[in-house]
């Protein structure tokens, strides 16, 4: 069985969509776990009303407000699948995605950590860069994320997301996905699918890509881990200055935020 993994917080307004996604879905044989995020909307009735009528299995877990990455850790010791598949609240899966899943994992042998695929725009526009002449290819997310030139879709094993926990820092909400997806890359082979898009995005005001700044000013720590990590894992001289200079951008802030406490 599948899990789709959805943190939420404050997005009733968008869950109805990524509900009908699901209901339209070719396959039920998956469970969906929500995550609220400490949501003070109607974000728990309506989640209600989804279990009481939805043809899968949903769970609804309840967190003090602690940021995504949290919630991801919750979500996935609350799940049951073999594999998780993370979808974000405001987003929605084409019919196909569950199925699509299913049968890059059925037959993925034990040093499979993950399988990923594609995300478009509801418009149907593929995100990032078009990939021709291969139905499937193995890389590290690091890679991937250049390769391709865009977010992706990511489902990983269960056993890879509790082996590799999202670190949680006092104070702070926020560390890049990134930050986790290239461990789990570091301890087994993630398979990516790069004509087959299952996830339709858009990216509103309040998420997260659009308030960059904003999350990195208020979680520099959990930046600066990124950022060194990346440094670290850097082939080139333009790209480990850049990250250098984000993990030195992130030291400021975290200095100048323990000086108003």
Known sequence: MITVLTATYNRSYTLERLYASLLAQNDNDFEWVL?????????????????????????????????????????????SGEFILIVDSDDAMT?????????????????????????SYFDGQLIGNKVEGMDSISMHPSEASVFFGGDLAYAFRKKALIDNPF???????????????????????????????????????????????????????GFRLFYIDQFLRGRTFIARLKCAIRAIQCLYYELAKSSKK
């Open 35 to 79: 995550v609220d995020d400490g949501s003070d909307d109607d974000t728990a009735v309506l989640i209600r009303s989804f279990a009481t009528k939805a043809p899968f299995k949903v769970i609804y877990v309840f967190q003090e407000n602690s940021g995504k990455h949290v919630a991801i850790n919750s979500g996935v010791a609350h799940s």
């Open 167 to 221: 670190p949680v820092i006092i104070g702070e909400k926020f560390v890049p996905e990134l930050f986790v997806w290239n461990k789990i890359g570091d301890q087994g082979k993630i398979k990516y699918f790069p004509n087959n898009s299952i996830y339709l995005c858009e990216y509103l005001p309040d998420g997260y890509s659009a308030n960059f700044m904003v999350h990195l000013k208020k979680s520099p720590k």
């Open 95 to 119: 019919e196909n995605a569950i199925l699509s899943v299913q049968k890059a994992t059925i037959k993925a042998t034990e040093d499979i950590a993950g399988v990923c695929f594609r995300r």
